[in-house]
């Protein structure tokens, strides 16, 4: 024991977040006292960040196979086939706790992180997008969170050179101290060049690549795995700080090291540094991992051993090279100037062991590390179900297109264009489908293949029902996706929840886990990666429960994808999909009357396959000129976004006299598409619509430049689009430039 | 026609300036190394690309400027060889002295990436001889340091001389020096040398080439080169 380091006592056992029966556990494993250095090795590999243990058992449920995924959780990211020998890489990550302590940083970070978790796997970072959740905007922190995290974001992806092409972003007061950010990532390769963690080989260099590391970001993981209380702005020495050059170095130097067949296995650097990293490679690959860190690239002298092993330094990554290819490897490197350090080698000792200044810092079983971390079944209870909304209950002072203002200015609804215009959306010139559709598109190499990815949740429907609004989220993805004619194929998730000691909320982690399974399994869409964030709490109160589903997609064609804005005058406007006027839980309800209540919409999901498969025939047949999915907000607001995107507007019948008008405009039922057809394809699509089953209404037809439901006021669609494009930039205090 | 990329540790667009000028020449260009010394024998064209090289933490383009390989880009153009530079390779030719002037940060001090609208001043140089005298054009933008600004003296002689290749425009065509996108000095998107051989501009043509991704408008910028480099 080195008389320099700290005792082990129960307070620094605390303090490493480790709970004291954690701390029996790692006593009963190893069989003594641990030495400074492992306790931090447990604190890093036992947090719930890295091990999972509140969510895995949950987990286990979601359906993970289809005949086109090459690889579903538990690597860096997902696998799925594309087609033409091509596979897509993708997976999305939180950055949750480290952007709301320092927003620039934090987010930029997140980017990097997701970045190298593609590319660890061998595949071009080619798409990126990020879900943002932001506080109520009138809470003093928001607008300095928005700025930084958007700024970050673009600071990093702009400069790594990867095109930021979708996301969303949102605003409740849930949030205020602890906003949500969630990056998502996608890359291209071979699909017969995938890399792994997984090391093989006894004997074998392990090398370390990358910057250097540095005192920072010591204990990340940890910090992410508790909640904040007052003075969480004094955490900041624990979040990273990005160097997106460095990123972009190493991506060149690893794609290229893998093209020359040096590596044998490959881990980034993220979540708990060396530590993770070095024990994920050993124990996938039943292997013992040697390091020895006097050899490690360290940017300041003095560090420990802990330090080392605990530093979260960023754009560092760990690989196990194939023998005999050492110089080879080393000179592609140097060629990217990064640096290159031979820091240990695998053995067949199954220890995982550290040395340091000649003292062996840490011995310690390198399976049980991660195989025996702590896995709780935690007490939770079911979330009460919420009564169904009577529209005639309500009491409405407001007009249908007063209504619609308000909405269409509000901070949820208003064009988000202030924040992609920082994002570099153009770069590699395969961005087909720019932000603002309902899903990105990104040409794959020249064509004329594309891949469409989406990032879709509704919070307030996962407080009300976790079930019904996991099933929507998959549903949402799924059918945003379709709407630009595009097949989904796989899902990404990204749980953000509060504290899962409590029973409630682990009921809201259990009940949105088993929606997103039910509609993950029933529409073929299964989860190929994924990423769990508990613990976003501040002063006991907890986010609303938001699982963020990415979905990513195939269009075989990108000519023939379609995209929402109206295309000409004099067009049919149709609804596919069974309008029932649901309020419960809709942006109507706590926009324009303040209410967050009710039962949210249930999603029905062998209509919503059945609906979503017709659209797609649809559009594929070319039949159809725009298509724009449904969602929050109702038809009004999807039917503003097609005019709004076009200029072109719209004359709309009165609503069914049986419907309460508010309920049918802005009613949130699923499974909901509207297209327009030109008069002569009408009767062709009503008579697919009829033969698969699917409701289909007529709701009027384009034309004009305002929006006119009959018996109300007329809308100007520039008047609507003024609306629309102003709160954003006025709220950050920028003009409307 | 033969071209040549340089690459910077941090260029990131020289892929989509390769591809447009595969796509438009059909030839690929020569990607040629920062740490290089030499072009490839014969180069008509070097494409300075866009990106953050070096990173740019410092002011943007100063260590590129610096790059073994400028000085052979420095011996091209003297001789009259062509040379475009586009955004991160706008910077750079400043930086080295190639052109005049700098690009500070943009006016609102955001990084802003959108379709801008050009006037192309003039179509009597080998960048432009595709598109009419006053055109305006749309290409985009991609860039947090894009803000052109000079002494007066070298603006009056940017101006006097016509060497201000492209103008950022409103939608009505006239330039309004109060409005525009990145606050640059008399609306500059784009200049040109004093032998009309070296461009720099900060809009992105080459993301503007290709019928399936967007508008085709920078089509023309490399088609001029094309035939600029057929007819020497």
């Avoid at chain 1, 392990?206 to 540095?214: A, D, E, R």
């Avoid at chain 1, 290159?340 to 049980?368: C, S």
Wanted: include cysteine; proline fraction near 6%; aromatic fraction near 6%.
């Amino acid at each position: 024991m080195n008389p320099s380091e700290p005792k082990i006592t129960p307070e620094l056992v605390a303090e490493h977040g480790l709970k004291p029966d954690e701390y029996e556990r790692i006593l009963t494993l190893i069989g003594r006292e641990p030495t400074f250095t492992e306790l931090g090795i447990f604190s890093a590999m036992w947090n719930e960040h890295c091990s999972y243990k509140s969510s895995r058992l949950h987990l286990r449920g979601l359906p993970t196979k289809a005949p086109w995924v090459i690889q579903g959780p538990g690597e860096n990211a997902g696998v799925i086939d594309i087609g033409d020998g091509k596979a897509a890489v993708f997976k999305m990550e939180s950055h949750n706790h480290p952007s709301y302590i320092e927003p620039y940083q934090g987010a930029g970070t997140g980017v990097g992180g997701i970045l190298r978790d593609v590319f660890t796997m061998g595949a071009r970072p080619i798409a990126a997008l990020n879900a943002l959740r932001f506080g109520d905007p009138k809470h003093p922190r928001t607008r300095h969170l928005v700025g930084g995290v958007v700024a970050g974001i673009a600071g990093y992806g702009n400069s790594f050179g990867v095109p930021t092409v979708g996301g969303l972003v949102g605003f409740h007061t849930r949030y205020d101290g602890n906003n949500l950010v969630n990056a998502m990532a996608v890359g291209l390769a071979d699909a017969d060049k995938i890399f792994y963690a997984k090391a093989t080989g006894v004997g074998l260099p392990v090398v370390y690549l990358g910057s250097k590391t540095g005192r920072d970001g010591i204990h990340g993981a940890t910090m992410a795995s508790a909640e904040f209380g007052e003075g969480a702005e004094e955490k900041r020495p624990t979040v990273q700080v990005g160097d997106p050059f460095a990123e972009k170095l190493l991506l060149e130097a690893c794609l290229e090291i893998m093209e020359a067949g040096c590596v044998v296995a490959i881990q980034d650097m993220g979540a708990a540094g060396l530590t993770c990293s070095a024990v994920e490679m050993g124990a996938k690959g039943d292997l013992g991992i040697e390091l020895d860190l006097d050899k490690l690239p360290c940017r300041e002298t003095g560090m420990s051993a802990y330090e080392m092993m605990l530093s979260e330094s960023q754009e560092r990554m760990l690989m196990v090279i194939a023998p005999g290819k050492e110089e080879q490897a080393e000179a592609i490197f140097l060629k990217w100037g990064l640096d290159f350090a031979i820091v240990g080698y695998t053995t067949d000792t199954l220890r995982f062991v550290v040395r340091h200044k000649g003292e062996i810092k840490a011995d310690l079983p390198i399976k049980e590390l991660g195989d025996e971390a702590p896995l709780y079944d935690r007490p939770w209870v079911e979330t009460p179900k919420q009564q169904r909304i009577d529209p005639a209950s309500l009491d409405i002072t407001a007009t249908i297109p007063g209504a619609l203002e308000r909405l269409i200015g509000s901070p949820d609804f208003a064009s988000k264009r202030w924040i992609w215009e920082q994002y570099d959306h153009l770069i590699l010139n395969n961005t087909v489908q720019r932000p603002g559709g309902d899903a990105a598109v990104v040409r794959v190499e020249d064509g004329p293949k594309g891949l469409a990815m989406s990032c879709d949740v509704t919070p307030r429907y996962c407080e009300a029902d976790p079930f019904e609004g996991g099933k929507q989220a998959v549903a949402e993805a799924w059918r945003n996706i379709t709407a630009v004619g595009a097949r989904p194929l796989a899902l990404t998730d990204n749980l953000n929840f509060g504290n899962p000691e409590k029973p409630e909320i682990m009921g809201q982690l259990v009940g949105c886990l088993r929606g997103i399974a039910a509609a993950a399994l029933e529409l073929d869409f299964p989860v190929v990666s994924g990423n769990v964030s508990l613990y976003n709490e501040t002063n006991g109160r907890g986010i609303l429960p938001t699982p963020t589903i990415g979905g990513v997609g195939v269009l075989d064609d990108i000519e023939k994808m379609a995209t929402l804005d109206f295309k000409a005058s004099g067009e049919t406007i149709l609804v596919l999909g069974v309008t029932t006027g649901w309020l419960g839980q809709s942006a109507f309800l706590s926009e324009i009357l303040d209410r967050e209540e009710g039962a949210p919409p249930p999603v029905d999901l062998a209509l919503e396959r059945k609906t979503g498969d017709l659209v797609r025939g649809l559009i594929a047949d070319g039949l159809v000129t725009a298509v724009h999915d449904v969602s929050d907000g109702g038809l009004l607001v999807a039917l503003t976004e097609m005019a709004l995107a076009s200029g072109i507007g719209a004359n709309l019948a009165a609503p069914p006299p049986d419907m309460n008008p508010f309920a049918f405009w802005f009613g949130e039922d699923q499974a909901r598409y509207i297209v327009t057809v030109e008069s002569s394809a009408k009767a062709l699509v009503l008579r697919r619509a009829e033969l698969a089953g699917v409701s289909v209404a007529k709701l009027g037809s384009t034309g004009g430049d305002r929006l006119h439901i009959a018996g109300e006021r007329p809308i100007v669609v520039d008047a609507l689009r003024e609306r629309h494009e102003a709160w954003l930039p006025i709220y950050m205090g920028a003009g409307l430039m | 026609m033969k071209s040549a990329v340089l690459v910077f540790p941090g260029s990131n667009r020289e892929g989509d300036v390769a591809r447009a000028l595969h796509m438009v020449s059909g030839v690929k260009p020569a990607m040629v190394w920062h740490a290089d010394s030499a072009l490839p024998q014969g180069t008509d064209l070097v494409v300075l690309p866009g990106g953050f090289s070096y990173g740019d933490y410092l002011r943007c383009g100063a260590i590129a400027a610096r790059a073994p390989i400028m000085d052979a880009v420095r011996a091209h153009a003297a001789r009259g060889g062509l040379v475009l530079g586009i955004c991160n390779g706008f910077q750079i030719l400043c930086e080295s002295g190639l052109l005049p002037g700098v690009l500070v940060r943009n006016a609102r001090l955001r990084f802003i990436c959108r379709e801008a609208l050009l006037k192309v001043e003039r179509n009597d140089t080998p960048f432009t001889r595709r598109y009419a005298r006053g055109a305006i054009v749309r290409y985009p933008v991609a860039h947090g340091e894009g803000n052109y600004t000079a002494d007066a003296q070298t603006l009056k002689r940017l101006e006097d001389e016509g060497r201000v290749l492209f103008r950022y425009v409103m939608p009505d065509g006239h330039r309004d020096d109060a409005q525009v996108l990145n606050g640059a000095a008399n609306s500059i998107a784009g200049i040109v040398s004093e032998k009309l051989n070296v461009l720099g501009l900060m809009p992105h043509p080459e993301n503007h080439v290709d019928p399936l991704v967007g508008p085709t408008d920078g089509r023309a910028l490399f088609e001029s080169l094309v035939g600029a480099l057929e007819k020497a």
